[in-house]
């Protein structure tokens, strides 16, 4: 599976964005499909997940209630709709897919990233 991430920029604190993660070469349909971040200097930041069905998500702390992942399987696509952004979401985020559902780095497939910049 090959992914690709696309979608960052530059927003102001408080303002939304949307990522989404485009995959190719296979159907990501029975994967679990996830995102990550990661700033300089720091490990990389379990940020979603969702089931391969869309019907469980799961979330990392520091972004719960803040952040949406969803899926299109038909669209072989998976977002993450970002809300009230924060000076420290500031990353580069990564979409990742895996055969099991895992909140750790452990994922089979990764993407190229997506830098993401809140300015305050």
């Known amino acids: 599976v090959q992914l690709q991430a696309f979608g960052g920029g530059l927003v102001q604190a408080g303002g939304s964005l949307r990522l989404s993660c485009a995959a190719s070469?296979?159907?990501?349909?029975?994967?679990?499909m996830g995102w990550f971040r990661q700033t300089p200097g720091k490990e990389r930041e379990f940020v979603a997940a969702?089931?391969?069905?869309?019907?469980?998500?799961y979330y990392g702390d520091s972004v719960k209630g803040r952040v949406a992942i969803s899926r299109d399987n038909a669209k072989n696509t998976v977002y993450l709709q970002m809300n009230s952004l924060k000076p420290e979401d500031t990353a580069v985020y990564y979409c990742?897919?895996?055969?099991?559902?895992?909140?750790?780095?452990?994922?089979?497939?990764w993407g190229q990233g997506t830098e993401v910049t809140v300015s305050s």
């Open positions: 070469g296979r159907s990501i349909g029975t994967y679990v």
């Open positions: 969702i089931s391969s069905s869309g019907a469980r998500t």
């Open positions: 990742a897919a895996a055969r099991l559902m895992k909140v750790s780095t452990e994922y089979e497939y």
